[in-house]
């Protein structure tokens, strides 16, 4: 059975866009998160990227979970142990 999901991405229809309201901000960053690491995306995209920006993304992520999860959050909702 897959640890991970994205079902948001498969059953949302509503509005996407950013910057009507904060569910409609949400929605979308989900939505597009979602989207973006869909695995044939990262294969083509991955390979594009420069080092700086690798290394960009990797901090706003990283430096994103260490703000708004617990240590336990993140082994149970990221590292899924």
């Known amino acids: 059975m897959a640890k991970h999901s994205h079902n948001f991405v498969e059953t949302f229809d509503g509005f996407i866009g950013y910057g009507l309201d904060r569910k ?6 989900q939505f597009y998160l979602q989207k973006f690491s869909d695995d044939d995306l990262m294969e083509i995209i ?12 990797f901090e706003i992520i990283s430096k994103n979970l260490k703000k708004y999860l617990s240590e336990s959050e993140y082994h149970k909702f990221f590292i899924k142990e």
Request: charged share 40%.
């Open 24 to 29: 409609s901000n949400e929605n979308t960053v």
């Open 46 to 57: 991955l390979k594009r990227m420069s080092d700086y920006d690798l290394d960009e993304l």
